[in-house]
């Protein structure tokens, strides 16, 4: 009771002080000016109420202006009770005490401006009525459909030469605004690109090589929005630009091929153009020129060169009229080991010969240990040396085996002939160990069996 008294004397006091300043005070409020909306659905316009309904008399209305200003009165109410257009009955809702308003499955007639006009009189101020007014625009759009391109002229075009026109069309939306992209990157504005006011059209104007590539369009309003399903194709014929000769062979400096004499060269000649150019080759001289041959290549048989001669590939593109040409001299020289030489380096080593090479020495130093552990000359006379003396009973080829070999010469002081021994001699030379006898000759001493010669 207390809390009902404090608020009904703070309400008093406010009017006081409206009445005495003469300001306009803000009673009610809709917390949005603008409401967009689609096509069948729903919308409610909320109240928002700055009094205590239960201290003051309200009468108000609701009405809508149509955006060509006619103007129709929704619902005539009171705080008890509401009166609804009979046109609008089933369309519209009133809603009590906050008088907040329902329009049923919006169509395109519901847009418009919807005013609400209230008196208010509160019971402790008995004959002073305040006049409160709020407006609220309301949008009904439509969703767009799937966008639809058009390009004209329908065929390819030519660089600089023709004007393409793309139109981008929808069989539903409203307030529909369009985007532009080529290979999915957005267009704006350029020297060359015009847009209608809601950029439905885009005149491309006049076509250039950057121009080609896949075209779409973007419908959209403030409620939904929609892409093309294709992409359309824009064909450019351009060039040729860029035009260069290259070859794999040779060393090139600047404009200037050398190669190898006796070597066989083949040249490319390359240019961006669409559709692909015509090539023809040209050999200059001092007092003509001359076409060798037609197409993209080019051979040249250094051999045939008496000197350096100058070469000249012309391109030309077909349908746009255009051509090009870039010129080069050919000189034949020595170039060493060939390109690679010049761009590796002279000091450069091949891998496979590295490996070859260090196989080798590890080859010839284990054949040179095994030889001198096994077939050094001092070991093999000291066997000769070390042996015992022969039995002067045996026949000198009972232990032929041991004999079997090769031996040095070796001469020992005291004697300066030399005479010739055979197997049978050596033996007795064993036997008689004379110190002062030479060996001169190599003797392969082999066992005498009976029946069975090996010499044979």
Request: glycine share 6%; proline share 5%.
């Amino acid at each position: 009771m207390e809390a009902t008294e404090a608020k009904g004397r703070m309400l008093q006091l406010c009017l006081l002080l409206v009445l005495l300043t003469d300001i306009n005070a803000i009673f009610i409020d809709i917390p949005w000016s603008v409401y967009p909306a689609s096509e069948g659905s729903s919308l409610l316009l909320p109240v928002q109420t700055y009094f205590d309904l239960d201290q003051a008399d309200i009468q108000g209305t609701w009405s809508h202006t149509t955006p060509g200003g006619v103007r129709t009165t929704l619902v005539t109410f009171t705080k008890d009770s509401a009166i609804t257009d009979m046109t609008h009955r089933d369309h519209v809702v009133f809603r009590a005490p906050n008088m907040t308003l329902l329009i049923r499955e919006l169509n395109l007639e519901d847009e418009g401006d919807y005013n609400l006009n209230l008196n208010i009189e509160f019971l402790n101020q008995s004959g002073q009525v305040f006049k409160e007014e709020t407006t609220v625009h309301v949008t009904v759009d439509v969703p767009v459909s799937t966008p639809v391109i058009k390009k004209t002229p329908s065929y390819s075009v030519v660089e600089d030469e023709a004007n393409v026109t793309w139109t981008c069309s929808v069989e539903r939306g409203t307030r529909v605004v369009f985007q532009w992209s080529r290979d999915n990157t957005p267009l704006g504005v350029s020297d060359r690109y015009h847009f209608s006011k809601d950029k439905s059209t885009l005149l491309i104007s006049p076509v250039k090589k950057e121009d080609k590539g896949s075209y779409r369009c973007e419908a959209k309003n403030p409620i939904s929005r929609e892409k093309s399903q294709t992409a359309v194709e824009l064909t450019v014929y351009y060039g040729p630009y860029n035009l260069e000769v290259n070859s794999d062979q040779g060393l090139r400096t600047g404009e200037v091929f050398t190669i190898n004499p006796g070597e066989l060269v083949f040249f490319h000649c390359r240019a961006d153009s669409n559709p692909p150019n015509s090539y023809v080759w040209i050999s200059k001289s001092a007092n003509a020129t001359q076409i060798i041959t037609e197409g993209p290549r080019l051979e040249v048989l250094s051999h045939r060169l008496a000197q350096a001669e100058d070469y000249l590939c012309r391109a030309f593109n077909n349908v746009t009229q255009k051509q090009d040409e870039t010129q080069f001299t050919l000189v034949v020289a020595s170039l060493g080991t060939g390109k690679k030489k010049h761009t590796q380096g002279e000091n450069s080593v091949s891998p496979l010969a590295v490996i070859a090479l260090c196989s080798l020495f590890v080859i010839g130093g284990m054949l040179l240990i095994f030889f001198r552990k096994d077939c050094h000359p001092k070991r093999v006379l000291m066997k000769i040396y070390k042996r015992p003396i022969s039995d002067p009973h045996r026949s000198g080829h009972e232990d032929a085996s041991e004999d079997f070999g090769i031996y040095e010469f070796i001469t020992t002081p005291g004697r300066r002939e030399s005479t010739q021994a055979s197997c049978r001699s050596l033996a007795r030379l064993e036997s008689t160990q004379d110190p002062n006898t030479t060996i001169y000759d190599v003797i392969r001493h082999v066992p005498e069996s009976p029946g069975h010669n090996l010499l044979q």
